[in-house]
């Protein structure tokens, strides 16, 4: 018997999002830049699904509407498996109680609480891990044959971790690399779908050892992709994309950079440990517009400190760089258990919401959702460019 993959869809997890945000990442995401297209019931094609399926090729994918609609599906199956967010986890912890087999679960939710809810849920660490509880082979890589021309942003490993300690942030700081099979077996089936953009999924791009192989990465996709393929995104910090030379980018396709802006404040930034200050967001953001590489901030509402003031600052920069600026990615500031951040705020379960700008520990909740609602205006005249 196989095991059925369950992801509940996207817009069952984000029914209590702020209007605003959820207009805006509807038109990020209505085709108007290429690569950024819905994929049908979730927003981008879920990674955990291609990486279970490629280590248990039997395995049935379903896209849930609801609990009950997961538990009709899952009649007749003795296992399924989820990925947990804090988004969906009581959704999960509904369907165990219902269900007689067994409820494999990974992911991003604290594993400490799993066992203790129900019996028949099974905390695995890692894909890997999930492998060795079943006694099955692990390999490391994709399958994306239930996904086969959509034309979402994929995504591509080189590498995990970040050797920061940005303080509101749970990455592992160990880098892992992965190797050259797997990355091309990643980026043959990446060549089955019809996205013009891959997403670098490393948290910080150029400090694992084998970011200067992403020109023949490109050409590679270039040559056997189905579809025109354009080329990439990467995710990085100020300090580590200036690393990069001009030489590199030219020819590594990359086509927009993601830099963890967060806030055009130097005092808070370095209060968060951010690897950067507005002095070298600066200098990158020159480098980008002379290579004609676009630009998408990631900007987080809710840091402690921010006020009018600090926002304003954010804001302004947002629009003086606005020629060089693709979109931006704002963020809810969530207090993640693992993170320092949480353990020098007094919060409560709910703040961990990513979805929701009220938090318990602000003090004047008007300055956060002026802020939010500033930046997704920013965010939609970007878009209407
Ligand atoms: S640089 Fe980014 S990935 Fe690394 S610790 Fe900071 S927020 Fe996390």
């Known amino acids: 018997m196989s095991t059925l993959l369950i992801q509940f869809n996207s817009d069952l997890l984000t029914q209590d999002e702020d209007p605003t945000a959820k207009k805006y990442y509807d038109m990020l995401y209505d085709g108007r830049r290429p690569g950024y297209q819905r994929f049908g019931p979730t927003w981008e094609i879920p990674q955990w699904i291609a990486e279970m399926s490629?280590?248990?090729s039997d395995a049935d994918v379903y896209f849930a509407n609801h609990v009950h609609d997961a538990?009709?599906?899952?009649?007749?199956y003795t296992r399924v498996a989820f990925s947990a967010l804090d988004c969906n986890w009581k959704l999960i912890q509904r369907f165990a109680r219902s269900?007689?087999?067994l409820v494999y679960v990974g992911g991003y939710?604290?594993?400490g609480v799993c066992s203790s809810l129900n019996g028949n849920i099974l905390w695995c660490c890692s894909i890997r891990d999930y492998c060795e509880q079943r006694e099955l082979e692990y390999k490391s890589g994709v399958d994306y044959r239930y996904f086969a021309g959509a034309k979402t942003i994929a995504r591509l490993t080189l590498s995990t971790g970040c050797r920061h300690m940005c303080k509101f942030c749970i990455v592992p700081r160990h880098i892992r690399e992965r190797d050259w099979q797997d990355i091309y077996q990643q980026a043959d089936e990446i060549c089955r779908?019809?996205?013009p953009l891959v997403y670098i999924n490393d948290k910080t791009f150029g400090q694992a050892g084998n970011w200067w192989r992403l020109p023949c990465l490109f050409k590679y996709i270039v040559q056997y992709a189905e579809t025109t393929f354009n080329g990439f995104i990467i995710q990085t910090t100020a300090s580590q994309f200036l690393k990069l030379n001009d030489d590199f980018l030219l020819k590594s396709g990359i086509r927009y950079v993601e830099l963890g802006v967060e806030s055009y404040n130097d005092e808070i930034l370095s209060d968060m440990r951010k690897p950067a200050n507005i002095a070298s967001i600066d200098v990158a953001i020159e480098k980008l517009r002379r290579l004609r590489i676009k630009l998408i901030p990631n900007i987080i509402v809710g840091l402690p400190g921010e006020s009018y003031a600090t926002y304003a600052n954010t804001i302004r920069w947002c629009y003086n760089n606005r020629d060089v600026i693709s979109h931006i990615n704002v963020y809810n500031l969530a207090l993640y258990d693992d993170a320092e951040l949480s353990r020098e705020i007094e919060h409560i379960d709910a703040?961990?919401?990513?979805?929701s700008t009220g938090k318990s520990y602000y003090k004047?909740?008007?300055?956060?959702?002026w802020a939010a609602s500033a930046f997704y205006s920013f965010g939609m005249a970007a878009l209407r460019r």
């Open 109 to 111: 939710v604290n594993p």
């Open 364 to 369: 004047d909740q008007t300055v956060h959702e």
């Open 351 to 355: 703040d961990l919401d990513e979805n």
């Open 54 to 56: 490629y280590v248990e």
């Open 71 to 76: 538990l009709r599906q899952a009649e007749g």
């Open 99 to 101: 269900f007689q087999g």
């Open 193 to 195: 779908l019809n996205s």
